[in-house]
C-alpha cells in the first residue's frame, strides 16, 4: 500500500521544517531540564511539576513525530505548472455564491498547513474537493455539511 502524501506549497514545507527545529533544538531540551528540575522535588507520585512536564513531553514528541512523517510523505505542488485559470494546490480562488453579491477568496493548501481564519482551506475540505480541477468562469456545486450551494468562480491566482 502506497504511503499517504501530504501535498503542500514550498512556503507550508518551509513553515514545518521550521517547527520541527524549534520542537527539537528548543522546545525538547526545555523540557527535558523542566524534568530534570522536578524531579528534584521529591516524591514523583505527588509531583504535579513532574507530571505536567512528562506530559509536555508526551506532546512535543509526538508532534515531533507527526511532522518528521508530514515532512517525509511532503508532496510540494507547483502550482505555476497547472493551468493559469485551473483551481489546484496552492492557488487562490474566488467565487461568489448564487444569488448573493458577496465574492470570497481561499488559497487552497495541503492539510498540514490549513488556517481557514487566514483564508487557507486543506485541499480535503468539501469546498476545496468540489473546486480543484474547474477553471475560472465555471459554476459549481458544493455539498458542505450545512447544505449545499452553488458558486461560480470569478477568478484563480
Avoid: C, W
Wanted: hydrophobic residues 30%.
Amino acid at each position: 500500500m502506497a504511503e499517504k502524501t501530504y501535498p503542500m506549497t514550498a512556503e507550508g514545507k518551509k513553515k514545518l521544517e521550521d517547527e520541527l527545529e524549534n520542537l527539537k533544538l528548543v522546545k525538547r531540551p526545555e523540557i527535558i531540564e523542566r524534568i530534570k528540575t522536578a524531579r528534584g522535588f521529591g516524591d514523583l507520585s505527588e509531583n504535579s511539576e513532574y507530571t505536567s512536564a512528562k506530559d509536555e513531553q508526551s506532546i512535543t514528541e509526538s508532534r515531533i513525530s507527526e511532522v518528521e512523517n508530514m515532512l517525509r510523505y511532503a508532496e510540494v505542488i507547483d502550482a505555476s505548472a497547472v493551468d493559469e485559470n485551473e483551481v489546484s494546490v496552492g492557488k487562490t480562488v474566488t467565487f461568489v455564491e448564487t444569488g448573493d453579491t458577496e465574492e470570497e477568496s481561499y488559497q487552497i493548501v495541503g492539510s498540514a498547513e490549513s488556517d481557514p481564519f487566514s483564508g487557507k482551506i486543506s485541499n480535503d475540505s468539501p469546498i476545496a474537493k468540489a473546486l480543484l480541477g474547474k477553471k475560472k468562469g465555471d459554476t459549481v456545486l458544493i455539498h458542505t455539511p450545512g447544505g449545499d450551494m452553488e458558486v461560480k468562480i470569478t477568478a484563480v491566482k
